[in-house]
Nanobody, 122 residues
Framework: QVQLVESGGGLVEAGGSVRLSCVASGRTFNTYAMAWWRQAPGKEREFLARINWSGGNTYYADSVKGRFTISRDGAKNTIYLQMNSLKSEDTAVYYC???????????????WGRGTQVTVSS
């Protein structure tokens, strides 16, 4: 089992920035690929970004490429999502996710956090 806990959400003005954190515990952190997803009101959950075990390989959805950056701190068992140039359409609950491979975390993660709300005011 892997436990994931997100933090860092809140209310931010359009054009602003926020950094989300996700702390992982349980099974060995380095054996999993990690990702960020989000779910806006009335919409399906959407993949945003993933990162590999060593942190050197990242991949982004087109909707956030160039604005969001995923990173990790292996010593802290933590991944981050730096979000810049925020828009009202970025308002959503943001979830941390974990899986055994790139494909899994991008399509059907095995583990999810409970999410953190980000609200962007225009």
């Amino acid at each position: 089992q892997v436990q994931l806990v997100e933090s860092g959400g809140g209310l931010v003005e359009a054009g602003g920035s926020v950094r989300l954190s996700c702390v992982a515990s349980g099974r060995t952190f380095n054996t999993y690929a990690m990702a960020w997803w989000r779910q806006a009101p009335g919409k399906e959950r959407e993949f945003l970004a993933r990162i590999n075990w060593s942190g050197g390989n990242t991949y982004y959805a087109d909707s956030v490429k160039g604005r969001f950056t995923i990173s990790r701190d292996g010593a802290k068992n933590t991944i981050y999502l730096q979000m810049n140039s925020l828009k009202s359409e970025d308002t959503a609950v943001y979830y941390c996710a974990s899986g055994a491979s790139y494909v899994v975390v991008t399509t059907r993660p095995e583990y999810w956090g409970r999410g953190t709300q980000v609200t962007v005011s225009s």
